[in-house]
């Protein structure tokens, strides 16, 4: 075995988890090959040392590295557990906020091969804070708001229709903001953020009580699914998925409310997800668009 | 950018986030979540409880922006004493005490050590201490060897930089690599051996690539 063959087993050995340890202890030919080398050469030996301290260095210091998805997962908690401040330039197709200049950090790949992580993992204690449970509802209401307005601006004949539709948001988003409002109203109610799995624009909330297991879910960024299909809440629990139900739309609101048995007295982890599916369909084994960790 | 321009930018950036801007939030955590990350794995040894100190004193900076006073000190010394403070929490309860760490290695950017001595004691948690009769290895700056290191990291191609950090990070063998990644082995040793070759260029002759075949082994003891 000559030089650049020995340096290579080396180089490739510091990588392994104890990989310099089993090439040394030469119980296999390769190994073999490369202590007979290094036995008469001072130069491999003197690589092999500096590799060693290399090896052991570079290890120490990757192990400093943050994961890549640690950035995301704080934001997100942020999000979900922060005070709430007036957000800047986060509304889609809103005027940009000067961008702030930064620069790059190493991240590991954490997720490099694996799903999206697609799940929010809020910190500290969930418990819904009163500013928290007023940006829900002031959220909900500044929607109502829009909506009609904007119902109101459109210029045409149709005013029956427009009103009916009118009718209709309201009373999808008074029902929200009813159900909100009486999960929050609970000691152990929960907020947990959503985020799209593949597509970042997609981002939603819901609130939950175990004790009165009524959840009740907003997304935005959805769109009516095609004809024959749904947005298809469920609950996924010891790793069986059971099925909730499906988004309804109101405008650009997309929501659920109702009781959940699955969440019920939970206190062990669990998952909320929305999938699109077939609607004749009763199973939910399809990848989610949305979300979350409970 | 100097310390003190940096302090300035620090203060304005901290007002834009306390003004709800979550860019700013992002631009601060790219600034300081790493150091803070290495600070807290370093009292650990757990990345687990790191990530969560990270979460925790960026949440804690969302929260509190308003308190955050310039004029006291910097942001980054805030901010690696809230990242302290959880850390500590977090040991206590799992009933462990910190690990014994250089007073070196937990200073904040731009810190003084006098004040990064004072910040550590004034914590009640003092762990720092110098090795008495230091080697050739311990002699260097580490945390210097560290940074570096990681801004090499930073820079390389993620093709590379992710095979090195699947490799010490999470302990994966090159076949596992190669496994996870879906690609040839072959292809993993070669990014993997040039990923370790420009590591080992940015820590210097001590660590790097022999120049040659003629290299003769560094006596112990003469080495910097």
Redesign the interface.
Known sequence: MD?DAV??QL??A????GGLERLMAGDTATAQAVAAHLAGC??????L???G???A???????????SD??A???A???A???L??????VPGGPA?A????????T??HD??RPPAATV?P??PRRLSRAQIAGWVGTIAAAVVLSIVTTSYVVGSRVDDQLAAQGETIAALEEVTTATLAVTAEPDAERVALDGVSDPSLDGSLVFSPTTAELVVVASGLTEPPAGQEYRCWVEVDGQRQRVGRMFFSDDLAYWVGPVPAVAGLTGPATFGVSLVEAAVPATATDPVLLGEL | MDARERAIDDAAVVRRMAAGSEAALEVLYDRYASSIFAAAYRLTSDRGIAEEVVQETFLAMWNRAETFDPAAGSLAAWLHAIARNRTIDRLRAAGRRPTLVAVSSAAAPDEDPTATLERLVASGSIVGAANPSPGPEQAIDTAGMHDAIAAALATMPDTERTVILLAYQEELSQVEIADRLGWPLGTVKTRTRRALQRLREVLGAEFGPGAGLDVVPVPAGEDR
Do not use: F, M, N
């Not at chain 1, 290890?59 to 994961?67: I, L, Q, T």
């Not at chain 1, 401040?85 to 986060?90: K, N, S």
């Open positions: 030089h340096r290579e180089e490739l510091a990588v392994e988890p001072p130069s491999c030996s003197a690589e040392a500096r590799l301290r290399a090896a260095l570079v290890r120490e210091a990757v192990r400093e590295v943050p994961p640690l950035k997962r704080t934001l908690a942020v999000r557990e922060g005070v401040r007036p957000l800047v330039a986060t906020e961008p702030v200049p930064t620069a790059p950090v190493p590991a790949p490099a091969t993992v910190v500290g």
